[in-house]
């Protein structure tokens, strides 16, 4: 009889301490879910939230090409919509006003895509090959490597003289001073700065257009790469719009880390 006592009271205590195990395991889960419910909940948006992202989004290329046409006619108006509101008409006027004069609309729009493409890939050039200071930048949250800190090449001001000095005395042409097509000189000259002015508009609407390739771009690779992809705190709230216009990976690079 008392080792049968004892063997019950065995596996009531038994009984007992499974028990125990289940009911703090199941408040790990329960506190488990309720922090990261509080987490989500939790989650502080700047601009408004996904609305005032949206709206910054879409409203500041449009402001910027109005204050453009805006100064280009001197006053604050809003005759482009006389002719109706037609895209047409608006495009002419706001986007590329220099192709109501030309015969191809697709000319003016490659030419200014190439000049933006152009500047951005000389001034890599000179970013990458001039001499320079290396020095680390900020501690990064969740890189490992060199203590946290990425390196930059630090020459802009060199990079600045050496862009100036060849728009106004080594901007290569092709000069017939001969009058015959086979005798053509090579010549440095001052670059025609003037076509700026003339074009703005257009270049403005063709950056824009490829800043927003580019950050489609980022946005959807920031998906891609696992670990090796240290996410912002404030781009990862699952809403689209909101991550988009945030950002949601902190300094990417591409080509083996060589520029971001």
């Not at 950056?207 to 996410?231: A, D, P, Q």
């Amino acid at each position: 009889m008392g080792e049968d006592n004892s063997t019950t009271i065995t596996a009531d205590n038994n009984k007992e301490s499974k028990k125990k195990m289940k009911n703090e395991v199941k408040k790990e889960s329960t506190s488990n879910e309720t922090t990261t419910s509080r987490e989500k909940k939790e989650f502080e948006y700047e601009f408004f939230g996904p609305i005032g992202a949206l709206g910054t989004t879409l409203m500041l290329p449009i402001v910027i090409l109005l204050l453009l046409y805006w100064s280009d006619v001197g006053s604050v108006t809003f005759d482009f919509l006389d002719g109706g509101t037609t895209w047409k008409n608006i495009f002419n006027k706001l986007i590329c006003p220099s192709c109501s004069q030309k015969s191809n609309t697709l000319d003016v729009l490659c030419n200014c895509t190439c000049v933006i493409i152009g500047w951005f890939g000389f001034q890599a050039l000179l970013e990458r090959f001039l001499p320079c200071e290396l020095v680390q930048g900020a501690p990064i949250k969740g890189n490992e490597k060199e203590n946290g800190r990425l390196w930059y090449r630090i020459n802009g001001h060199l990079a600045f003289w050496i862009t100036l000095l060849i728009t106004q005395v080594g901007w290569p042409v092709w000069n017939n001073n001969s009058g015959t097509s086979q005798q053509q000189l090579l010549q440095l000259t001052s670059a025609p700065i003037e076509l700026l002015y003339d074009y703005y508009a257009e270049l403005s609407f063709v950056t824009i257009v490829l800043c927003f390739m580019m950050s489609i771009y980022l946005y959807i690779s920031s998906f891609f790469g696992g670990k090796n992809k240290i996410l912002a705190d404030g781009g990862i709230s699952g809403n689209v719009v909101y991550d988009f216009f945030i950002g949601r990976e902190l300094n990417p690079r591409i080509w083996n880390n060589t520029f971001d």
